[in-house]
Nanobody, 121 residues
Framework: QVQLVESGGGLVQAGGSLRLSCVAS????????VSWFRQAPGKEREFVAA????????YYADSVKGRFTISRDNSKNSMYLQMNSLKPEDTAVYYC??????????????WGQGTQVTVSS
């Protein structure tokens, strides 16, 4: 089992920045691919970014490429999402997810509880 806890969400003005964190406990974190997804009200959960265990492969959704950066620190069992140049359409609940395989679909076995990000115009 893997437990994931997100933090760092909040209210920010358009053009601002936020850094989300996700701390994992349980299985060996360095062996897991981890990812960020988001879900806005009335919309399906969508992929944001993903990174493999060693950090050698990274994927981004086109909508966040160039603005968001995913990273991880295996010594701290943590992953991060640095979000810059935020737009109102980035408003959503952001979830971290983990699994043995890197995926861009929400088929991960383990999920956090989510953290709200609200971007005001």
């Amino acid at each position: 089992q893997v437990q994931l806890v997100e933090s760092g969400g909040g209210l920010v003005q358009a053009g601002g920045s936020l850094r989300l964190s996700c701390v994992a406990s349980g299985r060996s974190f360095s062996r897991l691919a981890v990812s960020w997804f988001r879900q806005a009200p009335g919309k399906e959960r969508e992929f944001v970014a993903a990174i493999t265990g060693a950090g050698s492969i990274i994927y981004y959704a086109d909508s966040v490429k160039g603005r968001f950066t995913i990273s991880r620190d295996n010594s701290k069992n943590s992953m991060y999402l640095q979000m810059n140049s935020l737009k109102p359409e980035d408003t959503a609940v952001y979830y971290c997810a983990a699994d043995t395989l890197i995926m861009t679909t929400p088929a991960y076995d383990y999920w956090g509880q989510g953290t709200q990000v609200t971007v005001s115009s």
